[in-house]
């Protein structure tokens, strides 16, 4: 198996594939659990954190069908997600100014410091083992990461731009 880029393509040795793809599972695996955790702190679940994730990364209010497609889960079961989201006051929802018969999903004025200890480890992590590495080295794990982010976007959507 090889890597095509603009840079070339290069040979990857079943070894090498396997490691990786070991490290791709377990940090996967941890990842989830510490969200988990996350989510757990937060008073909601799991799937809830993330979909609340999806609506705060963006600039404006999004609909129950983007929420969906965003996070792969069917509308009926984004709008669980938005109710339990509205209850326990993270998001609202709003009537779209340009179209009133729709209704946007609003993320609300929710107090971040609250949270933020929260991530405090995960940060200083972060910095701590990035300290690690030379700025030429950090460039090509940033190059690594934005390239295996493109490549999940395109598989996770892959099945859902089917239907």
Not at 32 to 40: G, K, N, T
Not at 103 to 111: A, C, G, I, N, S
């Amino acid at each position: 198996m090889s890597t095509s880029t603009e840079r070339g393509t290069y040979p990857v040795p079943p070894d090498e594939l396997a490691r990786f793809g070991d490290m791709g599972r377990e940090m996967s695996g941890l990842t989830v659990l510490f969200h988990s955790r996350i989510a757990d702190s937060m008073g909601v679940s799991a799937t809830d954190y993330k979909c609340l994730d999806i609506a705060m990364r963006v600039d404006e209010p999004l609909t129950a069908g983007q929420i969906a497609k965003l996070s792969g889960l069917s509308t009926g079961a984004v709008t669980g997600v938005i109710d339990r989201l509205e209850k326990h006051g993270f998001v609202r929802r709003v009537r779209d100014p340009h179209d009133r018969r729709k209704v946007l999903v609003e993320v609300t004025k929710v107090d971040e410091s609250k949270y933020d200890h929260l991530f405090t480890g995960l940060v200083e992590g972060m910095q701590d083992v990035l300290s690690r590495f030379t700025p030429q080295e950090r460039a090509v794990i940033e190059r690594f990461q934005r390239e295996m982010i493109d490549r999940f976007r395109r598989d996770a959507f892959a099945e859902l731009d089917k239907r």
